[in-house]
């Protein structure tokens, strides 16, 4: 546990220090738990997610960085690779693909990577893998611009 909150000390100065660096990703540690972390990352440009900004939630183990961190969505949204109800997302390097040389910076990444490239042959979304596979990219796109526009967008007084 020691090794994990010295690592997790660690991945905070990072982030605190290269704030400006990725203006995609905003990494906000909890103030009384160093296990659990929030983030916000913008919607890749040229998705149905632009303009969109998702909030994710990261629960982290105390054998981190040997395990990887639990990482959901808080903020709705129409991927085939997001469960719609949970949040949880299906992504090789938060299951099996884990590497301790993943920080949460770079799992953030690879989460905004998943954003603009679905996998729709590992759903947890069924609807929307559905539509992709079957090729309606047009009805899959509106309805992710849809969900994007209701739940990650400001609204507008």
């Not at 900004?53 to 960085?65: D, N, R, T």
Request: charged share 20%.
């Amino acid at each position: 546990m020691q090794a994990s909150r010295a690592r997790l000390f660690k991945e905070y100065k990072e982030v605190q220090r290269e704030k400006s660096a990725d203006p995609d990703i905003q990494l906000i540690c909890d103030d009384s738990n160093i296990f659990k972390w929030t983030a916000l990352i913008k919607g890749p440009s040229e998705t149905p997610y632009e303009g969109g900004v998702f909030q994710l939630a990261f629960a982290i183990p105390e054998q981190y960085p040997l395990l990887p961190p639990q990482v959901r969505f808080l903020t709705k949204i129409f991927h085939p690779n997001v469960h719609f109800k949970t949040g949880e997302i299906c992504l090789d390097i938060l299951k099996n693909a884990w590497s301790p040389a993943w920080t949460l910076q770079s799992v953030c990444r690879a989460i905004i990577a998943l954003m603009a490239h679905p996998e729709p042959d590992s759903p947890l979304n069924c609807d929307s893998g559905n539509l992709l596979r079957s090729g309606d990219i047009r009805g899959f796109q509106s309805m992710a611009r849809m969900y994007t526009k209701l739940a990650a967008m400001p609204k507008k007084t």
